[in-house]
């Protein structure tokens, strides 16, 4: 069965539009290797700003990952097409992920997540709990949060975080290496 076409691709896109350095990063919002691996994807952002540089991320959630896919949902719902609001959301659950890990939702409800979910939804971006709670059950807001998990599965992505440099996956780079490595293997390809 073939993938349905998204109303729009997937992954969220900072940096320059027609870059000729892309990187494609597969994360998961509670993947502790994926939370250690942002600051440097932010880090990398701000070193190549101006330059022919541009990250995607792609939000997907791993089936071990109970609380994901509620914060998914929160995810796309707050951002919205929004592409700076979805990596200033993700830094802020990133700095909270603690409050959503499977040993603290091990006696918790899905309510309990989608009510974790709304709050932080409302400190962020100021989204008033029951609207927050409405876009969770929204249509388009799972068909957006569906979309990087589908692309993901035909890039055979199934860990988190995996990251593309101009489609190529076969990097000596991972998610522990420090900038300066990063910078200076993306220096060599300009």
């Not at 609380?67 to 995810?75: E, I």
């Not at 603290?104 to 974790?116: C, M, S």
């Amino acid at each position: 069965m073939a993938i349905p076409v998204p109303l729009r691709p997937s992954g969220f896109t900072l940096g320059e539009p027609n870059a000729n350095i892309k990187l494609d990063v597969f994360f998961d919002i509670q993947c502790p290797h994926s939370k250690k691996y942002w600051p440097t994807l932010l880090a990398i952002l701000k070193h190549y700003e101006g330059q022919p540089l541009s990250v995607t991320a792609h939000l997907i959630t791993i089936s071990n990952h109970h609380q994901a896919w509620t914060m998914s949902l929160a995810m796309m719902a707050v951002a919205g097409s929004d592409d700076r609001r979805f990596f200033d959301f993700a830094s802020f659950l990133f700095a909270r992920q603690e409050q959503f890990m499977n040993d603290v939702f091990r006696h918790k409800t899905l309510e309990d997540q989608r009510q974790l979910a709304a709050d932080m939804a409302q400190e962020f971006a100021g989204i008033l709990r029951d609207r927050l709670l409405t876009l969770l059950d929204d249509s388009q807001v799972y068909e957006n949060a569906r979309t990087p998990i589908r692309y993901a599965a035909t890039r055979s992505v199934w860990a988190t975080p995996t990251i593309f440099i101009n489609n190529a996956d076969d990097l000596s780079l991972k998610f522990h290496t420090p900038l300066k490595d990063w910078v200076e293997y993306i220096d060599s390809l300009m």
